[in-house]
């Protein structure tokens, strides 16, 4: 059982290139979420999703856009990097049920960017 | 909006020195209130869900307390490998699922 898988751990980019982050579940989680944690920050969301072909946007969408096909894929687009983009990503998802079952986050490790 | 604020954004204790760390927060109508623990280089690994006033959660040497405005994590005789990042997040009832996230408190645990 692995999780959240994010891929690549790190990348380089230069600015006005772009790039996809991608992110991968396999605890059939119907939640998936897109965050960035600048350094000693706290997380914050860029997009979300609740299933299969339903993408909104969160607090920080400028430069980024999103699609999620199936259930276990949800991966980030960055368009023209910026260095304003440099960050650490992180793709989480979780199971939000009616009622109380709804549980906290599994995160995947991250992808470090950096834009020059 | 949602709103979570943490304190202290530090906090340096001796190895079996027990305190606490603080969540405040405001939001419309609480889903849930999360805590998370990340370490250097990680991603956020899940602790606790507090779902009402009152309620409390423990695991191992870590307890959350929850009131109707903050939440505590409570840290009895703690250890070196207590030290780590933790986070705190609340999701409202209408935000589908969506977490609002504090800026965290850094605890380190020194031998």
């Known amino acids: 059982n692995a999780g959240v898988t994010q891929t690549p751990k790190f990348r380089i980019l230069k600015i006005g290139q772009s790039m996809t982050l991608q992110c991968a579940q396999d605890?059939?989680?119907?939640?998936m979420y897109w965050y960035r944690q600048d350094p000693g920050m706290g997380l914050k969301l860029i997009y979300y999703?609740?299933?299969?072909?339903?993408?909104d946007k969160g607090e920080v969408p400028n430069g980024y856009n999103v699609s999620r096909s199936t259930t276990e894929d949800f991966p980030l687009r960055l368009e023209l990097a910026a260095p304003s983009q440099t960050s650490v990503y992180f793709c989480?998802?979780?199971?939000?049920?009616?009622?109380?079952?709804?549980?906290?986050?599994?995160f995947g490790s991250g992808t470090r960017l950096t834009v020059v | 909006e949602d709103q979570v604020t943490q304190s202290p954004e530090a906090l340096r204790l001796q190895e079996g020195e027990s305190s606490s760390l603080n969540c405040s927060y405001t939001?419309?109508?609480?889903?849930?209130l999360f805590w998370y623990r990340q370490d250097p280089g990680k991603g956020p690994e899940f602790l606790f869900t507090?779902?009402?006033a009152g309620e409390e959660k423990e695991k191992e040497r870590l307890k959350a307390t929850l009131t109707k405005k903050e939440s505590f994590l409570h840290i009895t005789a703690p250890k070196p490998e207590d030290s780590a990042t933790y986070l705190c997040?609340?999701?409202?009832?209408?935000?589908?699922?969506?977490?609002?996230f504090g800026d965290g408190t850094t605890l380190t645990v020194k031998p």
């Open positions: 605890m059939n989680h119907n939640y």
């Open positions: 507090l779902y009402s």
């Open positions: 997040a609340v999701q409202g009832n209408t935000n589908a699922g969506k977490s609002t």
């Open positions: 999703s609740v299933g299969a072909g339903i993408t």
């Open positions: 989480a998802s979780s199971y939000a049920g009616t009622g109380d079952t709804n549980y906290g986050y599994t």
């Open positions: 939001v419309s109508g609480l889903r849930g």
